[in-house]
């Protein structure tokens, strides 16, 4: 079975904390994506990976960051959280060419106050 | 206007019933059109997934796509409580480093 494992299923921060949320999939796919996902937007791409070290922006990217040293992980960081932030943060990965094939961790729910 | 759309629902229908969840686009270019299932407090999970036109079954649950008029179906018979969850239509421009457009979701309540 796939099982993309997320660090925290919930998280409270301050506002101005540096925030990391971390990613690791078990099934050796190249592509690994984070979605924050908001009552009545759906889930929006804040940025994706396609290998170890490559990075692209999604449609969302502004106050975020991300970290793919190794294939398995990919770090999101939110360098300055502010309460806008306040989210569900989904990670998800997909084999190479099939991106519509995507499997998702069970999300972190991040209140920042 | 949004490059997908899907009513949001709440959809509430009794044990048995055959359920019909719809999402319109505006880009014909997408290829790929998938049915996520999302159960409360879980991550999507993937349900199905077609390629270009067309209509796939899986047991109980069936996909349509219909590319002429920008329209997606995921159809489920005899609907039991336990497919109680939130779908997410998504659509994909190709299978390689494209990023999927998702639906805002349906929530769907099927009661015994």
């Known amino acids: 079975d796939v099982k993309v494992t997320q660090s925290s299923r919930y998280l409270v921060k301050r506002t101005g904390e540096k925030v990391f949320l971390e990613c690791v999939q078990d099934?050796?796919?190249?592509?690994m994506f984070w979605y924050r996902q908001d009552p009545g937007l759906g889930l929006r791409l804040i940025y994706f990976s396609y290998d170890v070290k490559m990075k692209e922006k999604g449609d969302i990217p502004e106050g975020y960051s991300v970290s793919r040293e190794k294939k398995e992980r990919f770090s999101l960081i939110l360098e300055s959280a502010s309460t806008s932030q306040t989210s569900m943060y989904l990670c998800?990965?997909?084999?190479?060419?099939?991106?519509?094939?995507?499997?998702f961790g069970p999300g972190t729910r991040l209140t920042v106050t | 206007q949004k490059e997908v759309e899907q009513d949001p629902g709440p959809l509430s229908v009794p044990e048995g019933a055959i359920v019909s969840l719809n999402c319109t686009y505006s880009n014909s270019a997408f290829q790929y059109f998938m049915w996520y299932r999302q159960y409360s407090r879980k991550g999507p999970e993937l349900l199905m997934y077609t390629y270009s036109s067309g209509n796939k079954e899986d047991g109980r649950f069936t996909a349509q796509v219909d590319k002429s008029s920008k329209y997606i179906s995921l159809f489920i018979r005899d609907s039991q409580p336990s497919d109680s969850a939130t779908y997410l239509c998504?659509?994909?421009?190709?299978?390689?480093?494209?990023?999927?457009?998702f639906g805002a979701g349906t929530r769907l309540a099927v009661h015994p």
């Open positions: 998800a990965s997909s084999p190479q060419h099939r991106s519509y094939e995507q499997y």
């Open positions: 099934m050796d796919h190249e592509n």
């Open positions: 998504a659509l994909c421009l190709s299978g390689g480093y494209n990023k999927l457009i």
